[in-house]
């Protein structure tokens, strides 16, 4: 039997479009302080030129313009400066931006989407402050170089462990899984392929981490806004399609990563019996010359 209309509609709908501006409060507050520094940032770069950072420099393609990136760590500014000043070590930080993920985490596996979306945004955005502090203090080092990576591998995958817990009864849980699969190899085929002297072939894809925190911390952070125009359930949909997405984006960066690190490396031996040089080393000899070592 079909539901009764509501006898009310204008209150309905006046329901339904204050739940809305509350699950939108948090996102059109960072939104608006966020617009209010790009003419800031585009004003400093009209001055002294687009900052060139080296992480940004030397990632491949992206979703994500160099400028947006650029404009992204300016924000952070303040904070690695008082990092600085208060001799917080970059170690100290880069253990604190996982154990906010791992908080984030835990909130997905209790159910509260929303909460573990924009918390998993901050801590996220936390890591990429211990590298500059580093750089600035002279404290920059392997041992936190390793840490580094080592975390932000965990913080992922406690990530995609805790939506998998919540998506545990659903079918987006094999997009989790495959998500968070993907998301190991993409990383292990950077760094294997690197050691192996693949050069900027280890780097190709788009969906990289930056790209998936995006997606997956955005996703969760907006479900309140679909609940509350679709009903009952619509927010989990909403994530499980933002999760299905980014299972196909990372798996299909896994895969053209791996078989460019392949073919890179097949070259290169080509190469070495018959003299010659690779064409992907001639590109990284071309960036050297560029930016510098």
């Keep these: 039997m079909a539901a009764p209309p509501p006898r009310f509609p204008g209150a309905y709908v006046s329901l339904v479009l204050a739940s809305s501006l509350r699950a939108l409060f948090p996102f059109l507050g960072m939104a608006l302080f966020l617009l209010a520094t790009l003419p800031l940032f585009a004003a400093r770069c009209a001055v002294f030129g687009r900052p060139r950072t080296p992480a940004v420099e030397d990632r491949g393609p992206s979703i ?66 211990d590298g500059r502090v580093a750089r600035a203090t002279g404290r920059a080092s392997r041992a936190g170089a390793f840490l580094d990576s080592t975390l932000d591998r965990v913080a992922e995958l406690l990530v995609f462990g805790g939506l998998a817990i919540e998506f545990r009864s659903s079918p987006v849980l094999y997009a989790t899984l495959a998500a968070a699969f993907a998301s190991v190899l993409v990383s292990y085929a950077r760094a294997r392929g690197e050691s192996l002297g693949a050069g900027e072939m280890a780097r190709v894809g788009g969906m990289q981490r930056p790209e998936r925190i995006v997606i997956t911390g955005l996703a969760c952070a907006l479900s309140p806004l679909a609940e509350a125009w679709g009903g009952g359930g619509a927010g989990r949909t909403f994530v499980g399609g933002a999760l299905t997405a980014l299972a196909v984006l990372t798996t299909a960066t896994a895969a053209r990563r791996a078989s460019s690190v392949y073919q890179a490396l097949r070259e290169a031996e080509r190469a070495e019996r018959g003299g010659a040089r690779p064409p992907f080393l001639r590109v990284v000899g071309r960036r050297a010359a560029r930016y510098g070592p």
Aim: aromatic share 16%; with cysteine.
């Design 64 to 129: 994500f313009g160099k400028w947006l990136q650029e404009w992204w760590i300016w924000l952070f500014d303040p904070l690695v400066r008082l990092c600085v000043r208060a001799r917080v070590g970059p170690d100290a930080i880069t253990v604190a931006s996982a154990t906010v993920v791992a908080g984030a985490a835990a909130l997905f596996a209790s159910g509260f989407l929303a909460s573990g979306g924009w918390l998993y945004l901050f801590g996220a955005s936390l890591d990429l402050v």
